[in-house]
């Protein structure tokens, strides 16, 4: 059983030291233990920090892609390194290392596919009252959405699968943490949650620049998902606020005509005409992205049939080598 560690990292220069003197070597439960960094188009020496800290791998994107980007780079050579379970954190050591054997502990028993860090959000010094409650407001949204018990739904320390990060596939730029919680429970993975610790801050969130960008950007990143992975409730339920709405001036203007006042009130059966056919066309679309999201499912079984037998051919070559 191997564990890779994997760390995105943008500019770690002066954390990611401290970060990887905390990880662990030896894990029980699992033979290797290795440290994957993610350079995500760094300027500062965060690649050399990572080599004189004992990092096992370095990937280095040629330009700053974002963070969801780095995550998923990890996933992807976190697999092709043959991890059987890979756990994420961050590079300014915020999470606590001493909770890895808590992330793991339910998927080597075989009770989860993924496990989310909870942070004591209320206990979180730096945490503003406003944050706190955004934070708490955001995580019971997803466990709405996607029908999932995790307390935290920002926490970036995590551990899943090799099966299970294998099926996963981000498409948001901004970050990785609410997508793939949302696509898990859409794909029936058993998600679980345990208490994490943090470590004292070191230095400001770079994800977070400020209250109002942090929710604008997160709201627009929840119905990005929506739009993506349940298309047909988004766009109808649209299409039917826009029939409700059409429906107050259609009846508004029917009441003035059975009266006898139906002249003057004109305006009103245009709007009604105009709300009620972005209504129908709303279900239209609806039906169109459901099937766009159907072709999508078939091309995501298709990728992950590949990177299997890609796979299988790798662990059959090495077995031939050795």
Same mark, same amino acid.
């Given at each position: 059983?191997?564990? +890779?560690?994997?760390?995105?990292?943008?500019?770690? *220069?002066?954390?990611?030291?401290?970060? =990887?003197?905390?990880?662990?070597?030896?894990?029980?439960?699992?033979?290797?233990? &290795?440290?994957?960094?993610?350079?995500?188009?760094?300027?500062?020496?965060?690649?050399?920090?990572? %080599?004189?800290?004992?990092?096992?791998?370095?990937? *280095?994107?040629k330009r700053n892609a974002g963070l969801a980007r780095a995550f998923m780079t990890g996933l992807q050579e976190s697999i092709r390194l043959g991890a059987d379970v890979i756990v994420n954190t961050d590079g300014d050591n915020q999470y606590c290392a001493d909770d890895i054997p808590a992330l793991v502990g339910p998927?080597?028993?075989?009770?989860? &596919?993924?496990?989310?860090?909870? %942070?004591? +959000?209320?206990? +979180? &010094?730096?945490?503003?009252?406003?944050?706190?409650? =955004?934070? $708490?407001a955001g995580s019971w949204m997803v466990r709405v959405l996607s029908r999932t018990t995790v307390a935290d739904a920002t926490s970036g320390f995590r551990a899943m699968s090799r099966?299970?990060? %294998?099926?996963?596939?981000?498409?948001? $730029?901004?970050?990785?943490?609410? &997508?793939?919680?949302?696509?898990?429970?859409?794909?029936?993975?058993?998600?679980?949650?345990?208490?994490?610790?943090?470590?004292?801050?070191?230095?400001?969130? %770079?994800?977070?620049?400020?209250?109002?960008?942090?929710?604008? $950007?997160?709201?627009?990143t929840i119905i990005r998902i929506l739009v993506i992975y349940r298309p047909f409730r988004f766009?109808?339920?649209?299409? =039917?606020?826009?029939?409700?709405?059409?429906?107050?001036?259609?009846v508004r203007f029917l009441y003035f005509y059975v009266t006898g006042d139906g002249a003057g009130h004109v305006q009103s059966l245009i709007l009604a005409a105009i709300l009620l056919g972005m209504g129908f066309q709303m279900f239209l679309v609806a039906f169109i992205a459901d099937l766009l999201a159907s072709n999508r499912v078939l091309l995501e079984d298709i990728r992950l049939a590949a990177t299997e037998r890609e796979h299988d051919r790798t662990r059959s070559n090495r077995k031939t080598d050795d």
């Open positions: 059983m191997k564990l +890779i560690i994997q760390i995105p990292c943008y500019n770690e *220069s002066q954390t990611l030291g401290l970060t =990887l003197a905390q990880l662990p070597r030896t894990l029980a439960g699992f033979d290797t233990v &290795e440290w994957l960094v993610i350079d995500d188009g760094s300027n500062d020496d965060t690649v050399g920090a990572a %080599r004189r800290a004992g990092a096992d791998h370095i990937v *280095s994107h998927i080597l028993a075989g009770n989860a &596919e993924i496990v989310v860090g909870a %942070r004591p +959000i209320d206990g +979180i &010094e730096h945490f503003s009252l406003v944050k706190k409650l =955004l934070q $708490k099966s299970a990060a %294998r099926r996963l596939m981000v498409f948001s $730029k901004y970050t990785y943490t609410l &997508e793939t919680l949302i696509q898990a429970g859409l794909k029936n993975m058993a998600v679980l949650s345990v208490p994490v610790r943090v470590n004292p801050i070191l230095r400001p969130s %770079r994800l977070i620049s400020s209250i109002p960008v942090y929710v604008f $950007k997160s709201v627009a766009f109808a339920s649209v299409g =039917l606020m826009l029939f409700f709405l059409g429906l107050l001036p259609g």
